[in-house]
C-alpha cells in the first residue's frame, strides 16, 4: 500500500523492480531522501554509477511532505550559525563546498524558481513539494542511477574490496557489492513514514560512537494541573518571543489542548531538555508598563481586562485575568501591580513535562559523532568508503529550510569523494 495515496509522482524506469545482480556501482546510498538523492545525482554529473536503496515505495518522503507539501527546500540566510552540533564548526567545510547559492542555481537549472516566504524560507513558486522530487528523479533517470524502491536493508559487511549490502527488496533477498556506501537513511522522527535507527546502528556496529539523539523541532506538551489552562486557550496564536540560556526566537507560538507548538516553540524546543523552565515575551519590541502609563493618562477608567483584550484576543484576555489585578481599571493600578503585569507579559514562565515525540518531530537531534567523520569528506575515518550525510549526522539545523542546506550539501560532499 503506497504511503503516498495521493502523490501524482510518476514511477519511473529507475525505479523499476528489474533487480539484475549488480557488481559494478561505485556506491550504494542507503536512503532515498535529501541526502541520498542530491548524492545520487551529483556523483551521476561525475560519471559516478550507484545504486540507491529506499525501504518505501517512493523516494523523497520527506520531502513530499515537508512544509505542508510545499518544501521550504533552502534558507537565504542560512550559515553554520544556525546549526546544533556537538563540534558546531564541523558542518562550515560542507556549506563552503556547497552554498544556498548553489542550491538556488541547482534547482533554477532545473526548472524550479524559488519564493521567499518569512525569514529567507525560500519555496518553489509552484508550492509543490513533488517538484523538487521530480527534478531527482528525472535526473537520476536521466544519469542512468538506479533507484530500488520497497528495498529494505538488513545488514552492511565489509568486504577487502568494500562492501556487501544484503536488502530485502519486494521480498526477495538481494545482495550487492560496491567499492563504498553512504549512509543517508535519515533520523528517528516520523517512524510512520519509514523512519528507524538504523544509521545510527550501522555507525555503532562499524565502532563509531553516537551523541544521544532526541526529538528536535517538536512540539511542547503541559501535564498536571497547568493542563486546563493551556487547553481553553487551544487554537490561539501569539507573536512572541520565546527564549532560555542558549537561544532566542521571535515568531508565533500556538496554544494547543495539550501545551504549546507554533514557529518559535519548534524552534526552541531543540535548545529545551526536560525539566527545564523557558521564558514567553507575551509583548515583544513593545514596554507593557510603558503602555499601561499612557493609557493610564489618557483613558483611566477604562479596565485592565478591556485594555488587555485589546492586545490579544478575548479569550487570550480571559485567561490571563485570573493572574491579573483584572477587576480593577488603569488609574486605580498601583506601580507593584504594573511590575507584577510586566513580570508576566514579559517574562512569562513555562515548565513543559515533555514533548509529542519523534512522532512529531520534524527532525532528530544528535547522531553519528562528528569527531568520527571527516569534515572535509563526511567519511568515517576508522571505516574507508564508509560515508554518513543529513539527518543520522550529529547536525541539526534551525526550522525554515536549514535542515534541507545541510542535506543538500552533504549530499554534494559525499558524491566528491565516493
Not at 309 to 315: D, F, G, W
Not at 350 to 374: C, F, I, N, Q, W
Amino acid at each position: 500500500m503506497s504511503i503516498f495515496p495521493n502523490s501524482d509522482i510518476c514511477e519511473t524506469s529507475v525505479m523499476s523492480t528489474n533487480l539484475v545482480k549488480q557488481t559494478d556501482f561505485d556506491a550504494i546510498i542507503i536512503g532515498g531522501g535529501a541526502c541520498g538523492l542530491m548524492c545520487a545525482v551529483q556523483a551521476g554529473l561525475l560519471g559516478k554509477r550507484v545504486l540507491v536503496l529506499e525501504k518505501n515505495d517512493r523516494v523523497g518522503a520527506k520531502i513530499l511532505i515537508s512544509g505542508g507539501g510545499r518544501c521550504n527546500y533552502t534558507n537565504l540566510y542560512a550559515t553554520d550559525q544556525q546549526f546544533i552540533s556537538q563540534n558546531p564548526h564541523f558542518c562550515k567545510s560542507a556549506f563552503s563546498q556547497w552554498t544556498v547559492d548553489d542550491t538556488i542555481s541547482f534547482f533554477e537549472t532545473y526548472g524550479i524558481t524559488g519564493k521567499e516566504k518569512t525569514l529567507g524560507q525560500l519555496f518553489p513558486v509552484s508550492d509543490k513539494a513533488k517538484d523538487v522530487v521530480e527534478v531527482f528523479t528525472n535526473l537520476c533517470d536521466d544519469l542512468g542511477q538506479e533507484i530500488w524502491v520497497n528495498a529494505e536493508v538488513k545488514i552492511i559487511e565489509k568486504t577487502d574490496d568494500g562492501f556487501t549490502v544484503r536488502a530485502e527488496v519486494n521480498g526477495k533477498q538481494e545482495y550487492i557489492s560496491a567499492t563504498s556506501v553512504v549512509m543517508a537513511a535519515g533520523g528517528l522522527p516520523i517512524p510512520k513514514m519509514g523512519a528507524t535507527d538504523f544509521g545510527l546502528r550501522t555507525a555503532r556496529n562499524f565502532g563509531l560512537k553516537v551523541t544521544d539523539t532526541a526529538p528536535a523541532l517538536v512540539p511542547l506538551t503541559i501535564t498536571g494541573k497547568d493542563q486546563p489552562w493551556y487547553e481553553q486557550l487551544s487554537g490561539n496564536s501569539i507573536f512572541c518571543r520565546v527564549w532560555n540560556d542558549k537561544a532566542s526566537f521571535e515568531e508565533n507560538i500556538l496554544f494547543t489542548h495539550w501545551g504549546l507548538s507554533g514557529p518559535a516553540i519548534l524552534q526552541i524546543s531543540s535548545y529545551w531538555k526536560p525539566g527545564e523552565t523557558i521564558n514567553i515575551d507575551l509583548l515583544p519590541n513593545q514596554n507593557i508598563a510603558d503602555l499601561i502609563q499612557q493609557e493610564k493618562e489618557t483613558n483611566g477608567k477604562k479596565m485592565l481586562l478591556a485594555y488587555i483584550a485589546s492586545l490579544y484576543t478575548r479569550k487570550f484576555a480571559e485567561a490571563l485575568s485570573d493572574k491579573l489585578p483584572s477587576e480593577k481599571n488603569m488609574a486605580s493600578l498601583t506601580k507593584a501591580e504594573i511590575e507584577s503585569i510586566s513580570a508576566l507579559i514579559h517574562e512569562f514562565k513555562v515548565k513543559p513535562a515533555g514533548d509529542k515525540g519523534y512522532d512529531k518531530a520534524e527532525v532528530m537531534r544528535g547522531g553519528v559523532a562528528t569527531d568520527e567523520l571527516s569534515s572535509k569528506t563526511l567519511e568515517a575515518k576508522k571505516v574507508p568508503g564508509l560515508f554518513f550525510g543529513g539527518e543520522c549526522v550529529d547536525v541539526t539545523g534551525w526550522l525554515g529550510g536549514y535542515n534541507f542546506q545541510w542535506a543538500w550539501a552533504s549530499g554534494f560532499v559525499i558524491a566528491q569523494n565516493i
